[in-house]
Every structure is written in C-alpha cells, then in structure tokens.
C-alpha cells in the first residue's frame, strides 16, 4: 500500500530581484542571475508522520511550504498532495491543508478572534453546529478565553494561537507550519507538541520547519535539512548519523550538513 502523501520531484524555484525605474539600470540588472530558492529537490513524505524541515536563513523552507500549499507555484518540477497536482487541483489540495505563517496577513483585526474564526469556517463549508464544536474544542485545548475580544488587541503569542485554530478547523489531513513556536510560551508550546502527536495518531500529517532544533529533536520522525535550496539530507536522526558518521546530536549532523556549503 501506497502512503505517501506529499510526492516533490525536481522542484526549483527562482526569484529575480526587484525592477528600479530606471530602464538603463533595468537592462543591467538583466544579465545578474535569479536566486534559486529551491534547486532541483526531490522527497516523499509519508502519511502519519512528522516532519521536521531545518535551515539557515534562506534555504528554501518557507518556500518548499509555499509550493506545497499553492500559494506560489514552481518553475520547474511537479508537487502532488494526496495524488492531486498543485497548479491543476489547487481548490482541493487547500481543502486538506492546514496552513500556519509568520507572516500573518488574513485576519480582520477590527473582528474578535471568534468572528474571524466563524467567517473562515464558513469558507471551509463547515455548519454553524461544526463550527461551535470545533472551536469550543479547540480554545479548551489551547486554554483560549479572550475569543471575544478584538484581534487587534492580542499579543503576538495570542495571534498565533488563533494561526493554529484556524489551521487545524476543519480536521485537514496535512499540517503545514512554518516556525510554529515562535512567540509562543512555554505552555503553550508544550500544548502544541501534544497537539501534533494527538494528530499524529490520528494519522494526520504535520510539515513543519524551524530554527528551533532542540523544540523538535523529539518530535519529529523524520528530518530533511536544507541549505541555499538544496537537500543536504533526509532521514529519521539514526539515518543521518549514520550517513554524516556522526553519533551526537541532531545539532552537530545539522552543522556538518550546512557548513561551508
């Protein structure tokens, strides 16, 4: 039996830099090369697993995320989420996912949290009752009690609670989530680890990349490390000592993998 899920093959993604006015400066600025966000990457990721996707600044993560989720499309290679092609079935595969960014830019900040949640639960197709039961569910799960007040009014750990409720709403079969523990406490933190290993065995899929190596090092089944657009290894941790030759820590295969590179 098939599972994989999330099928990459020859992914590359190139930006250009910025046009000036100027069209003599233009013309120049023609011969410089693109940046490769992504150059040529190729994985599989398996159904009911956890995945860890670490990097520098600028390796590529939030883009491979951005790829997967259709919200920028690549210039070379295929994606398939669940055997549906992103470019070709864009509506379904937003249905089976659940996205988190740090750049948060969705939100009506002059709702309360709860009336945002209802607005993009009515978006996802979900009942009045659906809704009340998954949001009641979920402010218990992350102890949410301030649902309505003003968004506006929240702090940035507080906003990015409500990133994850509106992310995991509808039940979606794939969690992506980009720095997901940034500004979060302690707390909440450990709410959210329980939270994806309660998914994960559900058989639901968690994507998720960070800086934060020692939040994850225990979490994650699997760990793809990326560097300037390219995948430098893949593996559960015994795989990638194995393959760098190192016995300590994910932290030290993690720089033997992207120094110098």
């Known amino acids: 039996m098939n599972t994989t899920i999330v099928e990459i093959s020859n992914l590359t993604k190139l930006f250009f830099p910025p046009l000036p006015f100027s069209h003599i400066v233009t013309l120049r600025l023609r011969r410089i090369p693109p940046v490769k966000a992504l150059d040529n990457v190729s994985l599989s990721i398996k159904k ?3 995945i860890g996707i670490l990097g520098p600044n600028g390796a590529g993560k939030t883009t491979l995320l951005k790829i997967i989720s259709t919200l920028i499309l690549p210039d070379k290679g295929k994606v398939t989420v669940k055997g549906f092609p992103v470019g070709k079935n864009d509506e379904k595969i937003k249905s089976l996912i659940g996205l988190v960014s740090p750049q948060e830019r969705s939100f009506y900040w002059r709702l309360t949290g709860l009336q945002n949640l209802e607005f993009f639960a009515a978006l996802y197709g979900l009942s009045k009752k659906e809704t009340k039961s998954r949001v009641n569910q979920l402010f218990k799960l992350f102890n949410i009690d301030y649902g309505t007040k003003r968004l506006d009014s929240y702090s940035s750990g507080m906003k990015r609670k409500f990133s994850l409720v509106r992310a995991l709403l509808h039940n979606p079969d794939i969690l ?11 707390n909440s933190t450990y709410e959210l680890k329980q939270c994806l290993l309660d998914r994960k065995s559900e058989g639901k899929t968690i994507i998720l990349a960070t800086h934060n190596i020692s939040e994850i090092q225990g979490l994650c089944d699997i760990f793809i490390i990326m560097n300037k657009g390219k995948l430098r290894g893949i593996g559960t941790l015994g795989e990638l000592k194995e393959k760098t030759k190192t016995v300590s820590s994910l932290s030290d295969i993690y720089l033997k993998l992207t120094k110098n590179v």
Request: no cysteine; hydrophobic share 35%.
């Open 176 to 186: 992506l989530l980009d720095e997901p523990i940034k500004s979060l406490d302690y």
């Open 48 to 50: 009911g697993k956890i």
